[in-house]
């Protein structure tokens, strides 16, 4: 507060004197002109801050919300290979797609590659009753 204080005098102050130092005519209007609107400027600097976010809440706040959802991404792709291996005894490649959408993350795309065809149809109920979506499920071609 002392610092705007003694910006906000010493600018008023040099006001004061180039306007003395100048003598009239249009050159004496123009630069009265320029420094009232300075000065206007210093003394309204209070207000601005108020509406300005500071570097520190901004920086705080970076996530790099691709990464998150590469890594919760193919943890969720392991959980289901597991998944599939303890519900149906199948060997599987599976790959789940999240991304981060409206504040949220969510899975937008279910891929599972299995070795036996005879259990896709069954695969595939198992993961509509799960809750996937955009479910893909095809055996291995040899």
Same mark, same amino acid.
């Given at each position: 507060?002392?610092?705007?204080?003694?910006?906000?005098?010493?600018?008023?102050?040099?006001?004061?004197?180039?306007?003395?130092?100048?003598?009239?005519?249009?050159?004496?209007?123009?630069?009265?002109?320029?420094?009232?609107?300075?000065?206007?400027?210093?003394?309204?600097?209070?207000?601005?801050?108020?509406?300005?976010?500071?570097?520190?809440?901004?920086?705080?706040?970076?996530?790099?919300?691709?990464?998150?959802?590469? $890594?919760?991404?193919?943890?969720?792709?392991?959980?289901?290979?597991?998944?599939?291996?303890?519900?149906?005894?199948?060997?599987?490649?599976?790959?789940?797609?999240?991304?981060?959408?409206?504040?949220?993350?969510? $899975?937008?795309?279910?891929?599972?590659?299995?070795?036996?065809?005879?259990?896709?149809?069954?695969?595939?109920?198992?993961?509509?009753?799960?809750?996937?979506?955009?479910?893909?499920?095809?055996?291995?071609?040899?």
């Amino acid at each position: 507060m002392k610092t705007y204080l003694l910006s906000a005098a010493g600018v008023i102050f040099l006001s004061v004197i180039i306007s003395l130092l100048i003598p009239e005519g249009k050159l004496n209007k123009t630069v009265t002109f320029v420094m009232r609107l300075i000065c206007i400027a210093v003394l309204i600097q209070p207000i601005t801050t108020i509406f300005k976010i500071s570097d520190s809440q901004s920086t705080t706040l970076k996530t790099d919300y691709g990464y998150v959802a590469s $890594v919760y991404s193919e943890h969720q792709s392991g959980q289901l290979e597991n998944l599939l291996i303890t519900e149906f005894n199948a060997e599987s490649d599976c790959r789940v797609s999240v991304e981060y959408q409206d504040g949220e993350f969510k $899975v937008t795309e279910t891929c599972v590659k299995l070795e036996n065809e005879k259990l896709i149809e069954e695969i595939y109920a198992y993961l509509q009753e799960l809750g996937y979506i955009n479910i893909t499920v095809y055996a291995e071609s040899t």
